[in-house]
């Protein structure tokens, strides 16, 4: 017996054992009402995801193909959109397709600030927010594709076609939700440690079931892909890693998950010397990555910094801001280290920001990383940061010349020009640009590929598209041509808005409270009888 024929009769003994007082109410619409409303909180989510994505994991140990992938999105509204289009084109299904959610999409778009840089100045609260209006988004869209099939099953009953009421009831008792796991940006903390753990467990109460963080100066941050990044010792990185935890284990999601991201890879510069214990330690190793200079005590400075290395004294190279620099070109040996200490210290995947889309560099990094840790995954950022089609365009012509391939037609530092978009070598591109992501999880191990700030790019795009024809000569045609007539052909969910913004629930609500005295919005004269 499903859960809904169960919550039925339990309802009805509820119902008849509370005598003439509850006899109006209708055992089968509160069944509906628990049906459409399947997480009661934000923890219940959390579990919920948690569980589908550490059962991913697994699999993915088990079969690398297995990748699993996301976009960002920056409105709750986007991501329900996002989840209905997937289960509309992927056979009602879901399986390993996240949500996003980026600071970098908060900062730019949730700021009661307005616009704003990448830099950790939005509102601490406004990530939980997000996580919470993401989560109340798809919450409403399982209601809603509930709610179409109960009426389906209610015109089935009507008819007398019990095949029609048999399928309707199996869809209803398997039906798939539109919750899926998200991972979710909570910069460096915001913070020191306690700051990062308050933080985390209000995203954790909104439903986030997977926490990212990196290891640059919560005061200092910038965007990954932004030059001017500020590195922290390995210990303060760890504080906020245990910090995570720690607000997971409160709460109760023993296997909730921690992806520490690393920036070394593009960050030159840390605000601190780290401490060393002994010789060879975590902080001494951090330390041997700075640009230093030998120096004999006669030579200090007023004010110098300085310290032993190896019983010589060293003055490591210091910034009029007081930052310290790396040596050049350490960075992918630094993101390696930092990548293994992060695993050591209880993060349960890994983010390596580079400077190009390139296998062989994310791979040529993670097969260290693996040397030590064998079953280390990587959350790999599909930055849209990257010029995907000069990136590939560069390395096919580099391929080209290494298989002694003609490419006397081609311009390297021109292949971005359309004049290339019909070619060979963009077709060559084109196709690793395809297969990016399988190719990359086989050589790189990589778990979860995600596009950081996709639909920050299509809301652009398709409002810039909509204004220059509506504003123009082609007027209301500019609407009716390139959107509203889309949408009723590609089966557009959205094309029913007030469908989509809960009026049919609205109306269910109303008959299950009033009856036949219920005034209700769909009836004949609604206008969107014309999408039917």
Known sequence: MSSYTNDINAVSEL?????DSWAAINPESVARMRAQNKFKTGLDIAQYTA???NADMAAFDADNTLYTQSLGCWHGFIGQQKMISIKKHFGGKTDRRYLYLSGWMVAALRSEFGPLPDQSMHEKTAVASLVEEL??????ADARELGGLFRQLDTAREAGDEATVEQIQDEIDNHVTHVVPIVADIDAGFGNAEATYLM?????????CCLQIENQVADEKQCGHQDGKVTVPH???????????HAFLELGIDNGLIVARTDSEGAGLTKEIAVVKEPGDQGDQYNSFLDVEEIDVADMAEGDVCFNRDGKLVRPKRLPSGLYQFRQGTGPERCVFDSIEAIKAGADLLWIETATPSVKDIADMMNEVRKEIPNAKLVYNNSPSFNWTLNFRQQAYDRWVEEGKDVSAYDREDLMNAKYDATQLAADADDKI????ADSSREANIFHHLITLPTYHTAALSTDNLAK??????????????VQRKEIRQGIACVKHQNMSGSDMGDDHKEYFAGENALKAGGAKNTSNQFS
């Open 469 to 482: 024809e509506y504003f123009g000569e082609a007027g209301m045609l500019g609407y009716v041509r390139d």
């Open 135 to 140: 989560y109340t988004f798809l919450r409403q």
């Open 15 to 19: 119902v008849q054992a509370k005598g």
């Open 434 to 437: 395809r297969t990016f992501q």
């Open 235 to 245: 210990a303060d990185f760890h504080a906020k890693i245990r910090a995570l935890r």
């Open 51 to 53: 569980d589908i994505m």
């Open 200 to 208: 985390a467990k209000q995203m954790i109460e909104a439903g986030a």
